[in-house]
């Protein structure tokens, strides 16, 4: 059980229907097309559908009580003893009854956000800290005003500890959720150009970010990439002493050293101590930094740390090694993409031994605005000999074609027109002693293109 509807009714006073401490809510839903047991419904209105105009599937399917905006008339063949709770704005209830929930269950909350990176830290922060701890994580992309309440809503009450990702798009979302969700540690993996169009620059990109801030604890916990000068504390109103820097120098609070990137793992150091992940590249090592300090922080044994890292599952496509036909080795890289990350993954591409041939299939970076043929053009800092290939589709990716061109003249790249065109393009590639990069926007779907190697 979550919560009665009782308890309801004391946070939310107009309502009506049978009340009582007997009704037991077990779990809450938005979506009437999935069965739920006892649940609360909460009808959600968006741009082309109104959640409450479901509301009798949403009792067929289970539910035994919901929220309502007052401003909407219930239907007329309606049972007046169902418990309906009456609220000026669904969402906003939702988010009220999200941090209400989260007071009542009292687990150490950890948020994290950043422009890259943040699922795969999240997914590592969770490994680490189930090993010790019940806990409780962010599912798939709810990640926004509705997911998070949802995931807080989602949790058993012996939960102890509540990982939660928080994602933006413009100024002031993260500052809502980290107020919804009040964390003890947060941690900012890094600032790249998502959502630059919305934000004006990387600066803007920063101070959203540190919006997370304005929720945490008095005594909470920031973590953050120490090598991102937009985060230097001095940037940060918060003291010095909760805020912790992670990075590859010396100076930092939490050192990362040695860091070797092998065909299946990344080996590493952090404060002198060694571990691996079975993820590729230096930027994995971080991420990983970020999870290993956080374990600490909760008193989690380094046997215990690396153990989690073993069994470590992440959320697909975040530069996965797939095999394809002729055993050619694919990274599908393809959920997401800013310039940063797809700098990150050519780089981790370059640094791995054993393949005759690397080849890379690159398209559009989507919500640049105006900043596109910018950073674009800008992937080409990091090409160099040991790539042997380069494809190209996209409208923006036109920009990385001809920038390579310029800047590297006998590298062998080609802009693809045809989305038809790109599997057939690789033909020649289809062999075990080649490694084939993916690495597009989510909006662009390589992962198609990998399906289509993969049969």
Same mark, same amino acid.
């Given at each position: 059980m979550l919560f009665t509807a009782q308890w309801l009714a004391e946070l939310f006073p107009k309502h009506q229907g049978k009340i009582s401490t007997e009704i037991s809510?077990?779990?809450?839903?938005?979506?009437?097309?999935?069965?739920s047991s006892n649940s609360l419904y909460i009808p959600i209105v968006g741009e082309r559908f109104d959640g409450h105009n479901f509301i009798f599937d949403a009792i067929k399917n289970g539910a035994i009580a919901t929220l309502w905006d007052k401003s909407i008339p219930l239907p007329?063949?309606?049972?007046?003893s169902f418990p309906v709770f009456f609220v000026e704005d669904?969402?906003?209830?939702?988010?009220?009854?999200?941090?209400?929930?989260?007071?009542?269950?009292?687990?150490?909350?950890?948020?994290?956000?950043?422009?890259?990176?943040?699922?795969?830290?999240?997914? +590592?922060?969770?490994?680490?800290?189930?090993?010790?701890? &019940?806990?409780?994580?962010?599912? *798939?992309?709810?990640? @926004?005003? /509705?997911?998070?309440?949802?995931?807080?809503?989602?949790?058993?009450p012996d939960t102890e500890v509540l990982v939660l990702e928080m994602g933006m798009s413009q100024f002031g979302e993260i500052e809502l959720l980290s107020k919804i969700a009040e964390p003890d540690y947060t941690v900012i993996t890094n600032i790249?150009?998502?959502?630059?169009?919305? +934000?004006?620059?990387?600066?803007?990109?920063?101070?959203? &970010?540190?919006?997370?801030?304005? *929720?945490?604890?008095? @005594?909470? /916990?920031?973590?953050?990439?120490?090598?991102?000068?937009?985060?230097?504390?001095?940037?940060?109103?918060?003291?010095?002493?909760?805020?912790?820097?992670?990075?590859?120098?010396?100076?930092s609070d939490i050192n990362i050293s040695n860091v070797k990137v092998h065909p299946d793992r990344t080996t590493f150091e952090v404060t002198d101590k060694p571990y691996h992940v079975n993820l590729l590249g230096k930027h994995h090592a971080k991420n990983a930094a970020f999870a290993i300090s956080i374990g600490k922080a909760l008193n989690i044994s380094h046997e215990n740390i690396q153990l989690a890292f073993n069994k470590l599952e992440v959320t697909g496509m975040r530069f996965e090694l797939?095999?394809?036909?002729?055993?050619?080795?694919?990274?599908?890289?393809?959920?997401?993409?800013?310039?940063?990350?797809?700098?990150?993954?050519?780089?981790?591409?370059?640094?791995?031994?054993?393949?005759?041939?690397?080849?890379?299939?690159?398209?559009?970076?989507?919500?640049?605005?105006?900043?596109?043929?910018?950073?674009?053009r800008s992937i080409a800092e990091v090409i160099d000999s040991r790539i042997s290939e380069i494809y190209t589709y996209g409208e923006q990716a036109f920009y990385i074609y001809d920038e390579i061109t310029k800047q590297h003249p006998k590298v062998n790249v080609?802009?693809?027109?045809?989305?038809?065109?790109?599997?057939?393009?690789?033909?020649?590639?289809?062999?075990?002693?080649?490694?084939?990069?993916?690495?597009?926007?989510?909006?662009?779907?390589?992962?198609?293109?990998?399906?289509e190697l993969q049969q």
């Open positions: 809510i077990q779990e809450v839903t938005r979506d009437t097309r999935e069965p007329s063949e309606w049972d007046d669904t969402i906003l209830a939702m988010q009220q009854l999200a941090n209400s929930y989260l007071k009542s269950v009292n687990p150490t909350v950890i948020g994290v956000t950043g422009s890259n990176g943040k699922t795969t830290t999240k997914d +590592l922060i969770t490994s680490v800290v189930k090993t010790s701890y &019940k806990t409780t994580a962010t599912q *798939g992309n709810l990640n @926004n005003h /509705i997911g998070l309440p949802l995931t807080i809503l989602a949790m058993q790249g150009e998502s959502h630059i169009e919305n +934000l004006g620059s990387r600066k803007g990109i920063a101070k959203a &970010k540190l919006e997370i801030i304005e *929720g945490i604890k008095s @005594n909470g /916990i920031l973590f953050i990439d120490d090598d991102e000068p937009l985060l230097a504390k001095e940037n940060i109103d918060m003291d010095d002493s909760q805020v912790i820097g992670i990075g590859f120098t010396k100076e797939e095999t394809g036909i002729n055993g050619v080795h694919i990274i599908n890289d393809a959920y997401n993409a800013s310039a940063t990350s797809m700098k990150a993954s050519i780089q981790v591409v370059k640094e791995m031994e054993g393949f005759q041939n690397k080849v890379l299939v690159l398209g559009d970076i989507l919500e640049l605005g105006t900043y596109s043929e910018h950073y674009h080609h802009y693809i027109k045809q989305r038809e065109d790109v599997v057939p393009s690789l033909k020649e590639h289809l062999n075990n002693q080649t490694l084939i990069l993916f690495k597009a926007s989510r909006g662009m779907k390589f992962e198609m293109f990998i399906k």
